[in-house]
T-cell receptor
Framework: EAGVAQSPRYKIIEKRQSVAFWCNPI?????LYWYQQILGQGPKLLIQ????????DSQLPKDRFSAERLKGVDSTLKIQPAKLEDSAVYLC??????????????FGPGTRLLVL | GDSVTQMEGPVTLSEEACLTI???????????LFWYVQYPGEGLQLLLK?????DKGSNKGFEATYRKETTSFHLEKGSVQVSDSAVYFC?????FGAGTTVTVRA
């Protein structure tokens, strides 16, 4: 069974530029999550989708971050414009169904973003 | 809100030593608790979990017991190996601890 796929693996941009990350969850998984992991910290949830609907985006900085999961499968997270403090690893995860936080999450390898 | 507090590291120990990483939680009700592990160069993966009070999760020689009296879910292993070197995260629902880096020396 294929795992969660993410691309790109690494990205270097200058501040005020835009960047997009892509995630393809495990086939059949209804719930998809995007996390931000700053060096030395644990992952912080940015947004949670169940199928193509948003369940929780309370910690997403909506003035610069956006995410979509149009067909309930793969997802894109965008940052526009980027700030220095956005330098982090962006993790995508998926789980089979409910997304209540009671299920095991399966993580992708992450995208490491450096904003200069 | 729901949260976990995890013992900070880093932790360095010799092979065959005992390892304990403390994790305490604050939660409404009795949600599932998880330990995830991140090996060097790899993504986060589930190590073990417990779904209700007094449950014990176990995997790869690691154990953790869901204790509601002390609101804890400490991770333990009796004899570590070099291959256990990794970052360990305690998690409750979608809230993760800061991670504990463990290095095991041969």
């Amino acid at each position: 069974e294929a795992g969660v796929a993410q691309s790109p693996r690494y990205k270097i941009i200058e501040k005020r530029q835009s960047v997009a990350f892509w995630c393809n969850p495990i086939s059949g998984h209804a719930t998809l999550y995007w996390y931000q992991q700053i060096l030395g910290q644990g992952p912080k949830l940015l947004i949670q989708f169940q199928n193509n609907g948003v369940v929780d985006d309370s910690q997403l900085p909506k003035d610069r971050f956006s995410a979509e999961r149009l067909k309930g499968v793969d997802s894109t997270l965008k940052i526009q414009p980027a700030k220095l403090e956005d330098s982090a690893v962006y993790l995508c995860a998926s789980s089979l169904s409910g997304g209540s936080g009671q299920e095991t999450q399966y993580f992708g390898p992450g995208t490491r973003l450096l904003v200069l | 809100g729901d949260s976990v507090t995890q013992m900070e590291g880093p932790v360095t120990l010799s092979e065959e030593a005992c390892l304990t990483i403390n994790c305490t939680y604050t939660a409404t009700g009795y949600p599932s608790l998880f330990w995830y592990v991140q090996y060097p160069g790899e993504g986060l993966q589930l190590l073990l979990k417990a779904t209700k009070a007094d449950d014990k999760g176990s995997n790869k020689g690691f154990e953790a017991t869901y204790r509601k009296e002390t609101t804890s879910f400490h991770l333990e292993k009796g004899s570590v190996q070099v291959s256990d070197s990794a970052v360990y995260f305690c998690a409750l629902k979608l809230s993760f601890g800061a991670g504990t880096t463990v290095t095991v020396r041969a």
